[in-house]
């Protein structure tokens, strides 16, 4: 009978446990073959597409394991920036943008909690990353000498066609000068925007007027009303010239966050796993022209 030359994979396909005549055998031959040759079609094109992901994996896989990102992470940081638009080719703020990082200290006691704030990006170069605070206690505590301090920033989103771009660094922070000369030490002053100068003045001269100026950044405003005409009247001095550097001094203070480590993750929901590097200040003397910085190192993504 017809029914011994079809496979054992061919009954429990047509689930039909008996045959009884060769007519029969015969009349489903032809259906049983235009199936058992779509079914390999699908299985071809199912291997296929296999090996065709298989294959893509590879490459992202070789891809993935590519060449070192560069030598310098804040140079790294500032072009970052600078494509979007953050900043200039220098590393300095451009106007009226969102560009923050937190930044973390140990408290002023073992007891006391890290101190956490969200700060403003000023300007970026191989020095460091600048920004600026109110003069005063907590950011005399900001700079005291061998403080560590530690930095979060964050660029992008995680979602499907594009990247999220992280920073953490851990360094120390020094007082610099607000006003400076040449591209390096430019001049941070005309990058702060008005409206920062103005409040940063106004809340020490009402400060110092209640006699809290050496006091913390949790002074309570007691008149709002009188705190608003001080930073009209400021403002309008700024905007006049009539406001001078000494005095913009005496109530902002510029600070420059070093580093001594830097790590960058990249990563979205197209890609395989983060990519995590890792980058250390070299130690000693560095000869000029070299990278202040060693060979960065690749990660494991956790």
């Known amino acids: 009978m017809m029914v011994h030359l079809l496979r054992p994979s061919a009954r429990a396909l047509f689930s039909v446990p008996h045959i009884a005549t060769a007519t029969r055998s015969i009349s489903i031959l032809p259906s049983y073959c235009v199936q058992l040759s779509q079914h390999r079609q699908q299985s071809g094109e199912a291997v296929s597409s296999r090996g065709n992901n298989n294959c893509l994996q590879s490459h992202q896989r070789r891809t993935y394991a590519s060449k070192s990102p560069g030598s310098d992470p804040l140079e790294l940081l500032r072009k970052s920036s600078e494509n979007r638009q953050l900043c200039d080719e220098f590393g300095l703020r451009k106007k009226d943008v969102h560009w923050t990082f937190g930044i973390s200290t140990s408290g002023d006691t073992l007891e006391g909690p890290p101190q956490l704030r969200t700060i403003d990006f000023q300007r970026v170069t191989p020095s460091g990353i600048d920004f600026v605070r109110k003069r005063g206690k907590g950011a005399a505590s900001l700079t005291s000498s061998g403080k560590a ?116 993750y990249i990563g979205g929901p197209d890609q395989v796993m983060w990519e995590r590097w890792e980058w250390k200040k070299a130690s000693g003397e560095c000869p000029e022209g070299t990278s202040l910085w060693n060979e960065p190192k690749r990660l494991l993504p956790y």
């Open 149 to 264: 301090a530690s930095i979060l920033c964050s660029f992008g989103k995680y979602r499907v066609g594009e990247k999220l771009e992280q920073w953490v660094a851990e360094g120390q922070c020094e007082q610099i000068n607000l006003v400076g000369e040449g591209v390096e030490e430019g001049d941070l002053l005309k990058v702060i925007p008005s409206r920062s100068v103005v409040e940063l003045v106004a809340s020490m001269i009402v400060k110092e007027e209640d006699g809290k100026a050496l006091e913390d950044d949790h002074t309570s405003m007691d008149k709002e009303s009188h705190y608003m005409e001080v930073v009209q009247k400021t403002r309008n001095r700024l905007e006049s010239g009539e406001l001078t550097n000494e005095e913009i001094d005496r109530s902002v203070v510029a600070v420059r966050f070093v580093p001594y480590r830097m790590e960058r």
